[in-house]
T-cell receptor, first 117, second 110 residues
Framework: DAGVIQSPRHEVTEMGQEVTLRCKPISGHDYLFWYRQTMMRGLELLIY????????DSGMPEDRFSAKMPNASFSTLKIQPSEPRDSAVYFC???????????????FGEGSRLTVL | DAKTTQPNSMESNEEEPVHLPCNHSTISGTDYIHWYRQLPSQGPEYVIHGLTSNVNNRMASLAIAEDRKSSTLILHRATLRDAAVYYCIQNSGNTGKLIFGQGTTLQVKP
C-alpha cells in the first residue's frame, strides 16, 4: 500500500482565497483524522471521521474550516476564506479500529504545508 | 482530554541507550499508553503502545510502572536517525482519537 496520500504538498496562497487540501487514506481503514501543526500550538486534532461520518469536529477552529469525506477513499479539508494565521502543516491520518481496546495505530501522511500571505 | 507530562528535551550519545519518561497520573484502568515520534519534516509515526505490562518491538521497549502513572520509552541503542520529537499519549476514549502534547525533542550526538 502506498500509505496515506496528501495533496498538495505545498500551497502558497493569498489571504481571502479558498484552499482545499486532499487526503487519500489507506485502503480498508475506517477512521480518518485531520491534524494541524504549528510551532506555537503543536499538533492539534481538527476533526475525525468514522466510516465516512464526522464524529468530532470540536477542534475545527471556526466556520471558515470545513471537512468532508464523500467516500472511504477520499477526504477534503477546506478553508474559505483563508487567513495568514491558517499557515501551518496539515496532516491527514487514517487507522483501522481493531475493536480491541484503543489499539488502532495511526498512519500519517507527509502533510500539506500551507502558507497564506 | 487526558494529558501526559514529558520533558521538553533530552540529549543522548549515539549508540547509547535512551530512556524517555512520561507521567500520566490521571490514567484509568482501560487507557492505553501510545508512543509516536516525528522525524524532521515528516508526519508522526507509531513507535509502540501498551496497557499494563512491558512491551517490546523492533523499534523500542515500553516499561510501564506498576501503578501505571508513569512509563518509559527505551531506545536500546540510539542512532542519529532517532533524533525526533517523541510523543507519549494517553488514550482515554474508545476510539482511535489521539491527542498529542508537546512531546520530548531528542537530540542524538555523534
Amino acid at each position: 500500500d502506498a500509505g496515506v496520500i496528501q495533496s498538495p504538498r505545498h500551497e502558497v496562497t493569498e489571504m481571502g482565497q479558498e484552499v482545499t487540501l486532499r487526503c487519500k487514506p489507506i485502503s480498508g481503514h475506517d477512521y480518518l483524522f485531520w491534524y494541524r501543526q504549528t510551532m506555537m500550538r503543536g499538533l492539534e486534532l481538527l476533526i475525525y471521521f468514522n466510516n465516512n461520518v464526522p464524529i468530532d469536529d470540536s477542534g475545527m477552529p471556526e466556520d471558515r474550516f470545513s471537512a468532508k469525506m464523500p467516500n472511504a477513499s477520499f477526504s477534503t479539508l477546506k478553508i474559505q476564506p483563508s487567513e495568514p494565521r491558517d499557515s501551518a502543516v496539515y496532516f491527514c491520518a487514517s487507522s483501522l479500529w481493531t475493536g480491541v481496546s484503543n489499539t488502532g495505530e495511526l498512519f500519517f501522511g507527509e502533510g500539506s504545508r500551507l502558507t497564506v500571505l | 482530554d487526558a494529558k501526559t507530562t514529558q520533558p521538553n528535551s533530552m540529549e543522548s550519545n549515539e549508540e547509547e541507550p535512551v530512556h524517555l519518561p512520561c507521567n500520566h497520573s490521571t490514567i484509568s484502568g482501560t487507557d492505553y499508553i501510545h508512543w509516536y515520534r516525528q522525524l524532521p519534516s515528516q508526519g508522526p509515526e507509531y513507535v509502540i503502545h501498551g496497557l499494563t505490562s512491558n512491551v517490546n518491538n523492533r523499534m523500542a521497549s515500553l516499561a510501564i510502572a506498576e501503578d501505571r502513572k508513569s512509563s518509559t520509552l527505551i531506545l536500546h541503542r540510539a542512532t542519529l536517525r532517532d533524533a525526533a520529537v517523541y510523543y507519549c499519549i494517553q488514550n482515554s476514549g474508545n476510539t482511535g482519537k489521539l491527542i498529542f502534547g508537546q512531546g520530548t525533542t531528542l537530540q542524538v550526538k555523534p
